[in-house]
């Protein structure tokens, strides 16, 4: 919020009844729900996944309670900026525009991540020269190329951490015969997962299932093995990177070679993410300071500098703009 900055960080995710399908809880609260929810009366979902909204009634109901909470009565309705992937299509982008007014907005923006995640980053993007922005979330790894305080050059790709969490439950169902669920390769991921084979390796346990017994188990993942279950997906990476430098103009590719590559996100936490960049790009990776709330710090920096929305070509939009949402009509 102006003024006040993060206030609020939840995850995105809802319980509803299986039954009537009414949304039962939301957000944080909900989170460790994940992989327990074996029940005829529970459903947990994840209404945005990969960068795009699935279920457009959750998210309406969810982004409605929290505009509620945060906002109260008020006699205004408030402006709402909202951080899209940059490679979502005019249609995604039309559909996220009439949520947010149908969820109380009086106005909204969409805002390209890269963008965002280069503001909350640090990086002066107003200067002559080329910065470049890797933003690893956990739908979307989006890059982008900035110069003279706007996006030269930018690229998504729908290959994040919720694909390498997958990646580690799918390799252990494999290689292993366990089976584990999203929270257990999350934290698997987290604490040993690594993008390359480290000479000291690390190792954890974990509980799951064995495929064949449908027993309960403990058992030991190395950093080796959560390497090898992510490494075609950490190539994907590199190369959406490797694709954004090739289409900068040389000129602003000699300032990114002396400037380096700013990561964010979840995301850059990965160990040895930066050191696997450095090594295929040949040039310096840095991690930013607080990566997972690089894009919300982003947005509150934009919120005081509408003079940056202008030079990138955003603006904030009305009911009259884009016409009245009708989700029975729409969707």
Do not use: W
């Not at 109901?61 to 490679?87: A, D, E, N, Q, W």
């Not at 997972?292 to 005081?304: D, K, P, S, T, Y």
């Amino acid at each position: 919020m102006k003024g006040r900055g993060i206030v609020m960080q939840e995850a995105s995710v809802a319980a509803l009844d299986a039954k009537t399908g009414d949304i039962l809880a939301l957000g944080n609260a909900v989170k460790g729900m994940v992989g327990r929810n074996n029940s005829d009366n529970l459903r947990v979902v994840h209404p945005m996944r990969d960068g795009v909204i699935s279920d457009f009634t959750v998210v309406h109901t969810m982004v409605s309670h929290y505009l509620k909470k945060l906002c109260g009565r008020r006699l205004f309705k408030p402006s709402v900026m909202i951080c899209m992937p940059s490679g979502v299509t005019e249609l995604e982008k039309a559909a996220i525009l009439e949520l947010a007014l149908a969820c109380g907005a009086g106005r909204a923006c969409l805002v390209d991540e890269p963008l965002a995640a280069a503001l909350g980053a640090g990086l002066n993007i107003n200067p002559l020269g080329g910065q470049i922005v890797v933003d690893i979330g956990g739908g979307t790894t989006d890059v982008g190329v900035f110069t003279m305080g706007s996006t030269a050059v930018s690229r998504s790709r729908r290959v994040a951490g919720n694909v390498l969490e997958d990646s580690i439950a799918r390799y252990l169902r494999r290689e292993r015969n366990m089976l584990v669920g999203q929270l257990t390769a999350e934290e698997i991921k987290k604490r040993v997962g690594c993008a390359r084979i480290r000479p000291a390796e690390l190792a954890i346990y974990a509980r799951g299932q064995d495929y064949l017994s449908r027993l309960p188990v403990r058992f030991e993942v190395t950093s080796t093995e959560a390497y090898l279950a992510m490494r075609e997906h950490l190539a994907d990476i590199v190369d959406v990177v490797a694709e954004t430098l090739e289409e900068t103009p040389p000129e602003m590719a000699g300032d990114i070679f002396e400037q380096g590559v700013m990561l964010t996100g979840g995301g850059a936490l990965l160990r040895d993410l930066d050191v696997l960049l450095e090594q295929e790009l040949g040039l310096p990776v840095y991690v930013a300071e607080r990566p997972v709330q690089c894009v919300a710090l982003g947005m509150g920096i934009l919120m005081e500098r509408p003079d940056i929305l202008a030079e990138n070509g955003y603006a904030y939009r009305t009911d009259d703009d884009i016409g009245v949402f009708d989700m029975r009509r729409n969707y």
